[in-house]
């Protein structure tokens, strides 16, 4: 790993405070040298438009018009590696999208323009997720299956010609360095039965993506539904985990004012535009040069925030408090921090002896392989469920004593309807059955596609999605 430099150091130190459970360990060990160049991640003016329409299917003569939205608006940033970023904004800023944007999961459904770089190379759009990982909001993960097997079976889905052991001494570490070797024999757990915490759930989702060894890896507001203590560790965590020589972007509402110094750099969103992209110390500086003190004793977050948000609660505060996030806008782009960030994007493309383009490893194992995995892990998670086992027999016993009782009654006269008897209930047993088999592939459809959203590109799983909805 690069030297740290002394103002990462100080950030390290204080992060350091922070974390209670996350083992000293692990984090000495991050200062361990990683074979690998540093790297940096740049987008240059990123812009996102829908074209909707204006009414319902309903009202004929407004739904035949359409108008143009504009998500993203001219958003250019710059990240090294051994940075964490945090993306701020009021809800509908456009976090989640921009996050979307650069990680190549955007829908085909608006117009993106703009482009990403790594290393100062441009990426082509069907590469994004070969480059990044991305943890999504919410966990999706198999109740009943602990965190070891869960992380083995992910690795057994992306990693190809690893040996059993080699993969057990990669889920090993990445369960260290995640904090979760305590916690390797606990079942995930569920809504109906205790499992691991919210927090350990949510280092398991990260963990997932760890498995892979990406460079970058965004994350969409993994502390939402946290409380402050564990949405703090998990911030601090991807503080450590960045300073591995990796570049972690994560979006986040209400961070504690105690992070301040944990992010590289902070992000500011409001309605599509970044309004401000620095370092926390150039942030202080700059919204009070704009007229913006955070008075003291006040959450600066939350008061950049509040300054920058477009409230719509009245037509007149709308439009005072949108010209506001527009003056600022202004001075951000005239001024030195939004420059110099410009100048590293040039710099980085510039530069003659570019690094190569950190992909994931991408050497997934064939489809068959994957469908044993899945086979594999869905009886495992499936047979663990005494309830659901219990109760998918006995609907099966109840729907055989009823068809026996049928069968039982049958008559023989055609003219007393036997033909017809008969008829309905071949129609029952063939038509009734395979409605439970479909059931258990829809209940267990999200947690399967989010697995392989994580392991391939999207648009793989979207169209050769078979492999992993089999139940
Ligand atoms: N494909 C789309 N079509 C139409 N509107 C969209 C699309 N994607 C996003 N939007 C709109 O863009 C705005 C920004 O959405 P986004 O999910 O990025 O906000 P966010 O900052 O992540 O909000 P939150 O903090 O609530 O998660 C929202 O108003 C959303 O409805
Ligand atoms: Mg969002």
Known sequence: MQALEPEDRTRAHESLKYMSDVKRDVWRDSKEERSEPPCCLSGSNISYTVSERVGPWWDLSSYRKRWTRQILNDVSFHVESGQIMGILGNSGSGKTTLLDAVSGRIGHRGTLLGEVFINGRKLKREEYQDCFSYVLQSDNLLSYLTVEETLTYTAQLALRNHSADAIKKKVSSVMAELSLSHVAHSVIGGRVFPGISGGERRRVSIACQLLQDPRVILLDEPTTGLDSMTANQIVVLLAQLAQRNRIVIVTIHQPRSELFKVFSRIAIMSRGELVFCG??????????????????????????VDFTSVDTRSSEREAATFNRMHEITSSYQGSAIYHSMLGKIVQSLQQEDKPAIPFKSKESPSGSAKLEVLLRRTVRNLSRDRMGVLMRLSQNLIYGLFVAFFVMRLDNDVSKGAVQDRIG????????????????????????????????????????SWPSTVT
């Open 279 to 304: 370092q926390p110390e150039e942030m202080v500086d700059f919204f009070s040069q704009c007229g913006y003190e955070c008075p003291e004793y006040c959450n600066p977050f939350d008061i950049y």
């Open 425 to 464: 209930i071949i129609y029952q047993s063939i038509g009734a059955s395979p409605y439970t088999g479909m059931l258990n592939a829809v209940a267990l459809c999200k947690p399967n596609k989010q697995l392989d959203i994580y392991l391939t590109p999207f648009h793989w799983y979207v169209t050769k």
